[in-house]
């Protein structure tokens, strides 16, 4: 690779397969080409989260994430800098955080639902790129995810994808699918997709 950092963002909606598309996309890369940033083990505290007018907690807003610390974890990386970060257990008390060590590399990968929506993330990135999923899919992947993965009851799940979900998505991530480098259909499969990104990322 070329330069010292290659900085690449992936966003996408909740449920478009962002988890899926990045663990593929790291078996192209050994650890010491290759440093994924998430913004999922940035969430705040629960204390710290906002409540809709009905009292639930609304995880799906760019207040949910710590947004500072993140940018500044991606400078530190950018400085040659290794960053130690516990992973984010999305409030599953049968889950044990694990500790996750970012060490710096040729080519950075930032993900997250919000990262385009950040102005100063933004900047950083030398390529973007959006994964792409119909509404009625990501709703049908959000169901089984939060059943299986973290415990929520159909009616939790369908009410925070109407009222916080869908609402954020509009908001906060749409708009930038407009503006990115790549988009990535992910309805069914998304391997074209990854190997025009693989291909594209090993040259620079």
């Given at each position: 690779?070329?330069?010292?950092?290659?900085?690449?963002?992936?966003?996408?909606?909740?449920?478009?397969?962002?988890?899926?598309?990045?663990?593929?996309?790291?078996?192209?890369?050994?650890?010491?080409?290759?440093?994924?940033?998430?913004?999922?083990?940035?969430?705040?505290?629960?204390?710290?989260?906002?409540?809709?007018?009905?009292?639930?907690?609304?995880?799906?807003?760019?207040?949910?994430?710590?947004?500072?610390?993140?940018?500044?974890?991606?400078?530190?990386?950018?400085?040659?800098?290794?960053?130690?970060?516990?992973?984010?257990?999305?409030?599953?008390?049968?889950?044990?955080?694990?500790?996750?060590?970012?060490?710096?590399?040729?080519?950075?990968?930032?993900?997250?639902?919000?990262?385009?929506?950040?102005?100063?993330?933004?900047?950083?990135?030398?390529?973007?790129?959006?994964?792409?999923?119909?509404?009625?899919?990501?709703?049908?992947?959000?169901?089984?995810?939060?059943?299986?993965?973290?415990?929520?009851?159909?009616?939790?799940?369908?009410?925070?994808?109407?009222?916080?979900?869908?609402?954020?998505?509009?908001?906060?991530?749409?708009?930038?699918?407009?503006?990115?480098?790549?988009v990535i259909p992910n309805n069914h499969?998304?391997?074209?997709?990854?190997?025009?990104?693989?291909?594209?990322?090993?040259?620079?």
């Amino acid at each position: 690779m070329k330069q010292s950092h290659y900085t690449v963002g992936i966003s996408g909606a909740s449920g478009s397969g962002k988890t899926s598309f990045l663990n593929e996309l790291l078996q192209y890369f050994s650890p010491e080409q290759i440093c994924l940033v998430s913004l999922d083990n940035y969430y705040r505290p629960a204390q710290f989260q906002t409540e809709d007018k009905n009292g639930i907690i609304n995880f799906d807003v760019p207040q949910a994430l710590d947004l500072d610390l993140y940018f500044e974890d991606v400078q530190k990386l950018w400085q040659g800098l290794t960053v130690l970060r516990p992973e984010y257990t999305f409030n599953n008390p049968e889950r044990k955080a694990r500790e996750i060590v970012m060490r710096p590399a040729p080519l950075l990968l930032v993900e997250g639902l919000y990262v385009f929506h950040e102005e100063r993330l933004r900047q950083m990135l030398d390529l973007k790129v959006f994964i792409d999923v119909e509404d009625h899919i990501r709703l049908k992947r959000r169901i089984l995810r939060d059943k299986e993965e973290r415990g929520y009851d159909l009616d939790d799940v369908l009410y925070r994808y109407e009222y916080h979900v869908f609402p954020a998505y509009q908001q906060y991530i749409a708009p930038h699918r407009y503006t990115c480098d790549l988009v990535i259909p992910n309805n069914h499969h998304f391997e074209k997709g990854l190997a025009v990104l693989v291909a594209f990322c090993k040259c620079n």
